[in-house]
């Protein structure tokens, strides 16, 4: 079980998003905002999964700040599936891209090789 923190602003989105990944055995916390994930981020997660478009503190700042503080595995989010928010992404720092809309298996994926990618328990998927 990894413990998650989910930055998203839409919240049918992040619902969803929470309960696939709960009912795959995670821990996950919601962030509605790019200011509130800055602000819960030193509570000790395993993985991040961050929408680029958010109001407020974009999700490409948010990636920028968390990276300078851990290594800590970044999943970005966007609707833009352009190479161009691809490459920005991976270039604030995330280790993976996913366009929405994504399909469930996709997303377990992604999580699942980032978690492995940093020794976590990726199994458990």
């Known amino acids: 079980m990894a413990r998650i923190l989910l930055v998203e602003d839409e919240p049918l989105v992040a619902h969803m998003v929470r309960r696939l990944l709960e009912r795959a055995g995670h821990q996950v ?11 819960r981020f030193g509570e000790g997660y395993d993985l991040l ?28 989010l966007s609707a833009s599936v352009s190479a161009q928010s691809q ?3 991976l ?3 995330a280790q993976a891209f ?5 399909e469930g298996q996709a997303l377990l994926a ?3 090789r980032l ?4 020794g976590g328990e ?3 998927l």
């Open 122 to 124: 990726g199994g458990n």
């Open 110 to 112: 992604q999580l699942q």
């Open 87 to 89: 490459e920005e992404a």
């Open 29 to 39: 916390d919601w962030a509605p905002s790019g200011q509130r994930a800055l602000e």
């Open 91 to 93: 270039r604030a720092g």
């Open 98 to 102: 996913l366009g929405k809309p994504f």
């Open 49 to 76: 999964i961050c929408d680029l478009v958010m109001p407020g503190i974009s999700g490409l700042e948010v990636i920028r700040k968390v990276r300078e503080r851990s290594p800590i595995p970044i999943l970005a």
């Open 115 to 118: 978690l492995g990618y940093t």
